[in-house]
């Protein structure tokens, strides 16, 4: 018998995993795989290439330029090209940090939730060459001094991220139609990001040729409102998607229906096209309605995604003890979306109304409420929960070790800190408020140094778990023959 969700290579046998199928959790080969029945699938592990390179962009590029972009604009040096670097590490975060985790488990997840065969490392590993290498060279040339190298690498990075993002959406739809079920919440987000990564393919395109075109700066009215329409439409879509399927449940609740997620679904995606126009016109005050009509449909739509789809409280009674801490971060992660929520109203009333750009705090306290919050504790949780490298460890009884305490701590304070500092623009100097905001930055970035530790940790510890595991199956089966 061949199962289509193991691309056929695996029989149904004792030892592997079926009970958490039918709640949507994903098949994993069993720890005890070793029986003589079972055939273990040959998985394809492109998703830790992707979840690789998602670690190295955040470490090696977001969060480090956060933490010189933060000492720059508070002067203590290269202040003549902050702007540049703020775009930088923008863009780094946007599309190394959350667009390659997101792309990776997107492309690794997605087919099992439609019932379809995974997707093999001929189509994911050409993908995220393309995201990976757009990334590294926007990264890389864009602080660099003007000129022809950072212009030409603007483009041939918008260049490579447009196919790579393109060719990822049309993955991602052709999986989702090929494949089984109805109209759930979570195929209904799964499309809209889907179709967002489309647009935002065509974006980087725009906004490469707007960049090339002026200094290696992409101008701010296609920038502001083009990270928004990443954040909220191609990341925030699939954290909807992804969430509303398996957090409720975690936390002993039904999985949200149709119905109750269908207002918060269609203001969310109303935002995102307002952002999108916005982005493709110039500045003025249509453009500045059109950003406020965005952010004022996005924040109540947040508002009620992360309660419903998501949890704000609550504990985790479905999940086994030792992974119950990871949920934390999913709860943190939850709550910075309702802050995000409040913060995007605010800044949305004020421009709608004044029609010119305003309420320059929110707006910064909301973008970093939803990457820093949302985005990155949501990336560390559920990678947790579910990663297959840590499979074997949510199994385990003992308590959380000290060093993933300590990576919810620091992401948590990094969060919270670097709101704090967006919210004091206006009340104390700039560079108090950017000293503030280098230190959120090396908190996070050491947090997520941790997070990679624990990461090279599990891989490493799997064999020997598994080894284990299998001695004392193996004990256990010799004792039922044997007293049978
Ligand atoms: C604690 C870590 C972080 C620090 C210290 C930090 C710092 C900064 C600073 C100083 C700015 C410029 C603000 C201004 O000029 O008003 C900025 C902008 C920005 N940040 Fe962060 N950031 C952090 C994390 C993140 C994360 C995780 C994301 C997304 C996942 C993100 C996305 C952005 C975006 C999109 C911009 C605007 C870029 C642009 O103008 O093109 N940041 N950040």
Redesign the pocket.
Known sequence: MTDERTGGRRREGRGADHSNAASGEILLPSPIASHADVVTAVEDRSYAVFIAGALATAILG??AL??V??LA?SGAFLDER?PWL??A???A??QG??GLFVAGMGLRLLPRFAGRRPLTHRVNLPIFAMLFLGTVIRTVTQPLDSGAVPETGLLVAGILWALGSGTFSVVVIRTLLMGRGGREPWRLFAFAGAAWWAAWAAMAMFAAIRGARSDAY?P?AV??PM?WMV?LGAIGNFIWAVQSRSVPIFFGRKRPTLRSLAIPGILLNLGVVFLFVAALTDRGTVHERLVGAGFVFAGPSLLMLAPLAGACWGSPTRLRPRAQAAARFVLAANIAAVFCAVLLLWAGAYTLIEGSFAA?EAR?AA??A???GL??LLIVGMAQLVAPFFALRRVGAEAAPLIERSVFWLLAS??V??IA??LM?GHTSTASR?HL??L??T??LLGLVLFALMIVRAVREEPRIKAQLGASAARARERNTATK
């Open positions: 977001g969060f956060a933490i972009a933060s604009s902050v703020v775009q590490h923008g863009s975060q946007l940090w959350a992409v701010t920038d502001e990270t954040m320059a910064d973008r970093h939803f990457g820093v985005i990155t990094a969060a800190l670097r500092a967006g623009l950017m905001s280098a959120a930055g908190v996070a």
